[in-house]
């Protein structure tokens, strides 16, 4: 079956500590998308990928990194740097780069302890 | 600048209609959504409208754009207890590399 795979669904860290986390699809789309998601708020855009070995800075990048060496990976790592890294993540991925249907994945919720 | 606002809560008897509503600031919307997301679970696309149409029907599911309010509704119909989750409203642009969502309105279907 074709889609898009996050691991874990659930992640905790220690305060100044690194994660990564992963996202898989084998929908052979070109366009991949982190988000954040806190309660009572929309969705915020932290990293995008048009296509491979290229991304962007969304609205939040500060504390965030990713890579995109393949077409169908896009790890997400949140450094110790982010100072409020406890929320669900939400990584999609789209055919294109305009985004016209995303596929999501089901998400991980990270918890610093 | 971008933003999309939604009412947070939507509480209907089952069997009633649902009408979720939402506003929009970008007037170069080009593409307007609606998505679904259950408890714990990723957003499904449930329907969208491209910004020169006025209404979309599937199934249970209508939605009415209102370009000149720049205001978007999504009509459930015969609303079930499976319909309960958290709805959200968004909007993308042409040349735009993002989708801007709402906060979402949260659903409750009673019984």
């Known amino acids: 079956d074709g889609g898009i795979t996050q691991s874990p669904k659930y992640l905790f860290r220690k305060e100044g500590q690194n994660v990564t986390l992963s996202c898989e699809q084998n929908?052979?789309?070109?366009?991949m998308y982190w988000y954040r998601q806190d309660p009572g708020q929309g969705l915020r855009l932290i990293y995008y990928s048009q296509i491979v070995n290229d991304f962007q800075k969304g609205d939040i990048a500060e504390g965030y990194s990713v890579s995109r060496e393949k077409k169908e990976s896009f790890p997400l790592t949140v450094t110790s740097a982010q100072k409020n890294p406890t929320a669900f993540y939400l990584c999609a991925s789209s055919m294109d780069p305009m985004n016209t249907e995303a596929f999501f994945g089901q998400g991980t919720r990270l918890t610093v302890v | 600048g971008e933003d999309v606002e939604q009412s947070l809560f939507l509480s209907v008897r089952e069997g009633d209609s649902s009408v979720i509503n939402c506003t929009y600031t970008?007037?170069?919307?080009?593409?307007l959504y609606w998505y679904k997301q259950e408890p714990g679970a990723g957003l499904q696309l449930l329907t969208y409208?491209?910004?020169?149409?006025d209404m979309k029907q599937d199934q249970r599911l209508t939605v009415l754009l209102n370009k000149k309010d720049k205001h978007l509704s999504l009509r459930i119909a015969d609303t079930q207890t499976g319909d309960s989750a958290i709805y959200f409203c968004?909007?993308?642009?042409?040349?735009?590399?993002?989708?801007?969502f709402g906060a979402g309105t949260r659903l409750f279907v009673k019984a």
């Open positions: 970008d007037s170069s919307s080009t593409y």
């Open positions: 929908l052979n789309h070109d366009a």
């Open positions: 409208i491209f910004s020169n149409m």
């Open positions: 968004a909007e993308s642009y042409t040349g735009g590399f993002k989708t801007i």
